[in-house]
């Protein structure tokens, strides 16, 4: 008797265990069968039709409107260089010095000689003017006085280099006690109230741009984005990379963009107004087939596409989309056509 209680006991037990699990088994739901019920969860966005912009960015560096090399015409020693880089100077402001005792540039002795003749013109001159001598001796002295003059000029200018253009001091190419030769470059001076950026663009790229359009300039020295204008565009390709070279003029008053400093020019290449354009990720492909899925009355609708010009991450829907039509864009790899949705943003 006992023992058919126990019995009894453990087949109740084993029955209650085995309902408990039946009902657990009831209630519980797969995602695919919540998502049936609910909607798939997706995210859509209003098409609009509006205007589609992209640029492309080259790298480059920037020159001075103006760029010129200082020479010295003395192959000697050079006794001081009297500006450093950056500095600004004007045109006929001194940049270097040769030694006033060199031989070749015979200094001193035109200095001595213009300063005493000059002396004798202005004492015969005042003569002259009284009539203590005549026009002819008057007109040999200043002849004497004005070659003498020319002679120290010569020599002044051997001596000292002058800047031959007002901008800024680039750069330098030798030492102070160097020797330099007539055609050794001692410095550079850059026009920089406008620099240059040149670039070369491919074959595809020249049918978007054209002289006066303006182009983004960008440099990781400053925050703020300048602007330039395409100042030249080459008419024929260079044989060897078969790029069109542009030159973009960018005005630079306060002297911030320095010669030598690299930028990012970027180009407008694309600008289409009026035109639906969604996102790449969002198209669904079958075969060579194109589509995309809109949500109408809580329900996916398939769609097949045209596109057309793709820019970036966006491309350009030719037919297919209008306006106020809701784009899905995330979660349209679990959509079939009809499939119950749940907008979630």
Same mark, same amino acid.
């Given at each position: 008797m006992k023992k058919l209680l126990i019995t009894t006991a453990i087949a109740i037990l084993i029955l209650l265990t085995s309902c408990s699990k039946k009902s657990k088994e009831t209630k519980s739901k797969? &995602?695919?069968?919540?998502?049936?019920?609910?909607?798939?969860?997706?995210?859509?966005? !209003?098409?609009n039709s509006g205007e589609l912009i992209a640029w492309t960015d080259y790298t480059t560096y920037l020159k001075g409107a103006k760029q010129q090399k200082v020479y010295g015409m003395l192959g000697d020693d050079l006794k001081s260089i009297d500006v450093k880089t950056g500095d600004i100077v004007k045109s006929g402001d001194v940049v270097a010095k040769f030694a006033t005792d060199n031989p070749k540039a015979q200094y001193r002795q035109a200095k001595i000689q213009a300063e005493t003749i000059e002396k004798t013109y202005s004492r015969m001159k005042a003569v002259f003017e009284s009539g203590g001598i005549s026009r002819q001796k008057m007109d040999e002295i200043e002849a004497?006085?004005?070659?003498?003059?020319?002679?120290?000029?010569?020599?002044?200018?051997?001596?000292?280099?002058?800047?031959?253009?007002?901008?800024?001091?680039? !750069?330098?190419?030798?030492?102070?006690?160097?020797?330099?030769?007539?055609?050794?470059?001692?410095?550079?001076i850059a026009k920089t109230d406008e620099v240059i950026a040149k670039i070369v663009l491919e074959?595809?790229?020249?049918?978007?741009?054209?002289?006066?359009?303006?182009?983004?300039?960008?440099?990781?020295?400053?925050?703020?984005?300048? &602007?330039?204008?395409v100042k030249k565009v080459s008419l024929s390709a260079n044989i060897r990379t078969g790029g069109f070279t542009v030159e973009i003029?960018?005005?630079?008053?306060?002297?911030?963009?320095?010669?030598?400093?690299?930028?990012?020019?970027?180009?407008?290449?694309? !600008?289409?107004?009026?035109?639906?354009?969604?996102?790449?990720?969002?198209?669904v492909k079958i075969g060579k087939r194109k589509f995309v899925y809109i949500v109408e009355d809580k329900k996916a609708k398939r769609v097949e596409v045209e596109t057309g010009l793709t820019s970036g991450?966006?491309?350009? &829907?030719?037919?297919?989309?209008?306006?106020?039509?809701?784009?899905?864009?995330?979660?349209?790899?679990?959509?079939?056509?009809?499939?119950k949705v749940k907008i979630v943003s």
């Open positions: 797969s &995602i695919d069968q919540i998502q049936s019920e609910n909607g798939i969860p997706v995210v859509v966005s !209003d098409i004497k006085y004005k070659a003498a003059k020319e002679t120290y000029l010569m020599a002044s200018k051997l001596v000292n280099i002058k800047a031959p253009i007002s901008g800024m001091v680039t !750069d330098i190419f030798v030492d102070p006690g160097q020797r330099v030769k007539p055609s050794t470059p001692i410095l550079e074959e595809s790229k020249i049918q978007y741009v054209n002289i006066g359009d303006e182009v983004r300039v960008k440099s990781d020295s400053y925050d703020k984005e300048f &602007i330039g204008k003029a960018i005005p630079n008053k306060e002297s911030k963009l320095r010669p030598g400093l690299f930028c990012k020019v970027l180009f407008k290449t694309v !600008d289409i107004k009026d035109v639906i354009s969604i996102p790449r990720n969002s198209i991450d966006s491309v350009v &829907i030719k037919s297919g989309l209008s306006n106020g039509d809701k784009l899905v864009v995330q979660g349209q790899s679990r959509l079939s056509d009809g499939s």
